[in-house]
T-cell receptor, first 114, second 114 residues
Framework: GESVGLHLPTLSVQEGDNSIINCAYS??????FIWYKQESGKGPQFIID?????DKRQGQRVTVLLNKTVKHLSLQIAATQPGDSAVYFC?????????????FGQGTTLQVKP | DTGVSQDPRHKITKRGQNVTFRCDPI?????LYWYRQTLGQGPEFLTY????????KSRLLSDRFSAERPKGSFSTLEIQRTEQGDSAMYLC????????????FGQGTRLTVV
């Protein structure tokens, strides 16, 4: 069946360091991936997305890397700040039916130490 | 505020009671989704609307759950005869539906069944 998973439930980094959050997926038909950030008591907030025809996409302080060969996705956050502390989810969807339904992983909690 | 709006933010109900939640999507978005999120888990897909048509329902959506989007704008999710296992965060999301596009989430409704 489909699954999207993250390698580590919790990641602790020092303020100013770079963070890397990993995600593995199992559906080879997945063609669109999104990273969401969720703060306590709030809904998921879009960070960055990537389509399967790309292997890298950059935003402001964030980079997403996609390795389709090993079905692996990562989110890199540069110069991590205390405001980056949250739970990060990768999510995927695929073209079948094109409903846009998202399959989420379990999440990685990012803790930023001052 | 032009984001996705959900009401109420919190709901405490006694077991066996019925509850109804409302979602107002971003106005020009024709796709609307309901997800459920339990503590420590990623959101799980419940159902999807394209305009007023409910096109997909998850097996998670038991007979006690019903969702509507009567005019293709706001949506309601009703849970009848609530059970303690229904306690969760109920999230609504919307998207424009033009190919693969990001889904924007509301802040969610936190349901506690006592």
């Amino acid at each position: 069946g489909e699954s999207v998973g993250l390698h580590l439930p919790t990641l602790s980094v020092q303020e100013g360091d770079n963070s890397i959050i990993n995600c593995a997926y199992s559906n080879s038909a997945s063609d669109y991936f999104i990273w969401y950030k969720q703060e306590s008591g709030k809904g998921p907030q879009f960070i960055i997305d990537i389509r399967s025809n790309m292997d890298k996409r950059q935003g402001q302080r964030v980079t997403v890397l996609l390795n389709k060969t090993v079905k692996h996705l990562s989110l890199q956050i540069a110069a991590t700040q205390p405001g980056d502390s949250a739970v990060y989810f990768c999510a995927e969807t695929h073209g079948s039916g094109n409903t846009g339904k998202l399959i989420f992983g379990q999440g990685t909690t990012l803790q930023v130490k001052p | 505020d032009t984001g996705v709006s959900q009401d109420p933010r919190h709901k405490i109900t006694k077991r066996g009671q019925n509850v109804t939640f409302r979602c107002d999507p971003i106005s020009e978005h024709n796709r609307l989704y309901w997800y459920r999120q339990t503590l420590g888990q990623g959101p799980e897909f419940l159902t999807y609307f394209q305009n007023e048509a409910q096109l997909e329902k998850s097996r998670l959506l038991s007979d006690r759950f019903s969702a509507e989007r009567p005019k293709g704008s706001f949506s309601t999710l009703e849970i009848q005869r609530t059970e303690q296992g229904d306690s969760a965060m109920y999230l609504c999301a919307s998207s424009s539906g033009q190919g693969h596009t990001e889904a924007f989430f509301g802040q969610g409704t936190r349901l506690t069944v006592v």
